[in-house]
Antibody, heavy 118, light 110 residues
Framework: EVQLVESGGGLVQPGGSLRLSCAAS????????MHWVRQAPGKGLVWVSR????????SYADSVKGRFTISRDNAKNTLDLQMNSLRAEDTAVYYC???????????WGQGTLVTVSS | QSALTQPPSASGSPGQSVTISCTGT?????????VSWYQQHLGKAPKLIIY???KRPSGVPDRFSASKSGNTASLTVSGLQAEDEADYYC??????????FGGGTKLTVL
């Protein structure tokens, strides 16, 4: 069974940093591109970032470019999102998701809540 | 404003059918046969229910069907059940751009 379990969310002040992690199991992690997708309270899904199977290729939404860094450790089956210079508008549930094909996710984790507030 | 346009709400009575639309452009929905639909119950993670425009993953009831015409994709839920009440999101491959999501449609079973 495919499982994606996020962790690392919490309350952080504006300008602060947070590192999210996603532990993957039930599939061959190194065979899949992976995504981070976020959802602000009461709002829709917004794609944040994706990373290639080997970690060499990454891309970001314009809203987080230069502030967020996606990475992965295929030996540990983990996906990370380093978030710096956080803003109030980054407040959201962050989901880790596996890529099915063509940048479209299939399996999603349960999400981790990030709240940016003073 | 989301890149793909969905109606904010839809509703139907148990047993009825309801269709949710998702409108994009020739650069996304209209240009590729890679449209997915996700179901999200309140407080839960999204669940894939349709991929490649009209294919259903294993375990998804055949009450869920989908299609595409031009720049618009559609999801139809037939034989509505109370458990179908949820938010539904479309998503499309967009070539060199990253994947796009619709704004979501809240489906209410009356």
């Amino acid at each position: 069974e495919v499982q994606l379990v996020e962790s690392g969310g919490g309350l952080v002040q504006p300008g602060g940093s947070l590192r999210l992690s996603c532990a993957a199991s039930g599939f061959t992690f190194s065979n899949y591109w992976m995504h981070w997708v976020r959802q602000a309270p009461g709002k829709g899904l917004v794609w944040v970032s994706r990373i290639s199977k080997d970690g060499r290729s990454t891309s970001y939404a314009d809203s987080v470019k230069g502030r967020f860094t996606i990475s992965r450790d295929n030996a540990k089956n983990t996906l990370d999102l380093q978030m710096n210079s956080l803003r109030a508008e980054d407040t959201a549930v962050y989901y880790c998701a596996r890529d099915l094909q063509y940048n479209l996710p299939d399996y999603w984790g349960q999400g981790t809540l990030v709240t940016v507030s003073s | 404003q989301s890149a793909l346009t969905q109606p904010p709400s839809a509703s139907g009575s148990p047993g009825q059918s309801v269709t949710i639309s998702c409108t994009g452009t020739s650069g996304d929905i209209g240009g590729y046969n890679y449209v997915s639909w996700y179901q999200q119950h309140l407080g839960k993670a999204p669940k894939l229910i349709i991929y490649e425009v009209s294919k259903r993953p294993s375990g998804v009831p055949d009450r869920f069907s989908a299609s595409k015409s031009g720049n618009t994709a559609s999801l139809t839920v037939s034989g509505l059940q109370a458990e179908d009440e949820a938010d539904y999101y479309c998503s499309s491959y967009a070539g060199s751009k990253n994947a796009l999501f619709g704004g979501g449609t809240k489906l209410t079973v009356l």
